[in-house]
Each structure stands twice: as structure tokens, then as C-alpha cells.
T-cell receptor, first 113, second 112 residues
Framework: EAGVTQFPSHSVIEKGQTVTLRCDPI?????LYWYRRVMGKEIKFLLH????????ESGMPNNRFLAERTGGTYSTLKVQPAELEDSGVYFC???????????FGPGTRLTVL | QKEVEQNSGPLSVPEGAIASLNCTYS??????FFWYRQYSGKSPELIMS????GDKEDGRFTAQLNKASQYVSLLIRDSQPSDSATYLC????????????FGTGTRLTIIP
């Protein structure tokens, strides 16, 4: 069974540009999460989808971040316009739900110059 | 006070010894507790979950939970060099609200 996949693995952009990250969850997992790790800090929650609905977006830092999950399958996270402080590793995770065991993807390392 | 606290290490343990990793959390109502292992540049890998007080064993790994003391630990028996990694403690506060709150992680090095 394939795990959580993320694309791209790395992205380097300039301040003010737009970047879109993609996450494909484990097949059959209705729950999809986005997390971010800024250098030197802990992994922090961004938002949670159940199927195509946003269950919790309390961790989204501001309105420059837009997450979508059309059709309840893959998800995208768009940052527009990117700022220097958006640099970090963006992780996606998925779960069946219930007991909260989440399985993480390899992450996308975003560098904003 | 951080919601989930771990000693950042590094923690060095001789091969074959027991590695003990500790984590405390601030929200007394927390429900679920997880240990993830993360190799450098890789994704966090779930290795243990625990939901009730006491010990839970899986192979060389034992998770211990004490809700009264708001403390969760991970013991690794017969440590191997391949256990060298960063270990992340994660807590889920509410059933039905499944976001995880992470500690900063403890870097473990097993010395051959």
C-alpha cells in the first residue's frame, strides 16, 4: 500500500511569488492534515480536512495560505504571496480517523528567498 | 510553558542498553499520545500509540503513560545504531479534534 506522497520535495521561490504544494493521502483515508516545521521549532498543525470539508483550520497563519481538497482525495496548499517566514518543511498526514493515528508524508521543503 | 515538552538532547546511549525518552504535557484533558521517529531529512514515522495509563509494549519499544503526572515515556530496549534518530512526542487533546501537538523532539544517538 502506498504511503502519503507529497510534491514537490523541494521548492525555492522568491518573496512575493506563489507556490502550490500537493499531498496525496493513503487511499481510503478520509482525514488529511497539513503541518509545518519552521527551523528550530516543533511541528505545528495547520489544518484538518475530513473528506473535502475543512474540519479545523485554526493553525493557518494568515489569509495568504489557502488549502483545498476537491473531491476528497488529494489536497493542495497554496501560499500567495510567499514571505520569508513561510520557509520551512510542510508535512501532510492522513488517517482513517477515530484514534488519531496519523501517517506522515516525506514533506516539502520550502525556501523563500 | 510549552504544551508538550521534551528534552532536546542529544541523548547518547551505548549499543545494547536501554534508551529512555521522556515527554510531559500541559493539558490534563489530553486523550491520545504518540511517539514518532524521524531520521534526518525523512518523514516522522509512527512507532507507538498509547491511550490509557500504564505500559504498552511492542517489540523492543515500551510506551508508558501516567495521566496523573501528565507524563509519557518511551523505552527502547537493546538499543541498536539504527535507533539513532529524533524521537517526537505528540499529543491529541480531544477525540473528534484530531490535531496533534508536538514536542520539539529528542535526538538519540546509539554509540556502537
Amino acid at each position: 500500500e502506498a504511503g502519503v506522497t507529497q510534491f514537490p520535495s523541494h521548492s525555492v521561490i522568491e518573496k512575493g511569488q506563489t507556490v502550490t504544494l500537493r499531498c496525496d493521502p493513503i487511499s481510503g483515508h478520509d482525514n488529511l492534515y497539513w503541518y509545518r516545521r519552521v527551523m528550530g521549532k516543533e511541528i505545528k498543525f495547520l489544518l484538518h480536512f475530513v473528506k473535502e470539508s475543512k474540519q479545523d483550520e485554526s493553525g493557518m497563519p494568515n489569509n495568504r495560505f489557502l488549502a483545498e481538497r476537491t473531491g476528497g482525495t488529494y489536497s493542495t496548499l497554496k501560499v500567495q504571496p510567499a514571505e520569508l517566514e513561510d520557509s520551512g518543511v510542510y508535512f501532510c498526514a492522513s488517517s482513517l480517523g477515530g484514534l488519531g493515528e496519523q501517517f506522515f508524508g516525506p514533506g516539502t521543503r520550502l525556501t523563500v528567498l | 510553558q510549552k504544551e508538550v515538552e521534551q528534552n532536546s538532547g542529544p541523548l547518547s546511549v551505548p549499543e545494547g542498553a536501554i534508551a529512555s525518552l521522556n515527554c510531559t504535557y500541559s493539558d490534563r484533558g489530553s486523550q491520545s499520545f504518540f511517539w514518532y521517529r524521524q531520521y534526518s531529512g525523512k518523514s516522522p514515522e509512527l512507532i507507538m500509540s498509547i491511550y490509557s495509563n500504564g505500559d504498552k509494549e511492542d517489540g523492543r519499544f515500551t510506551a508508558q503513560l501516567n495521566k496523573a503526572s501528565q507524563y509519557v515515556s518511551l523505552l527502547i530496549r537493546d538499543s541498536q545504531p539504527s535507533d539513532s534518530a529524533t524521537y517526537l512526542c505528540a499529543v491529541n487533546k480531544d477525540f473528534g479534534n484530531e490535531k496533534l501537538t508536538f514536542g520539539t523532539g529528542t535526538r538519540l544517538t546509539i554509540i556502537p
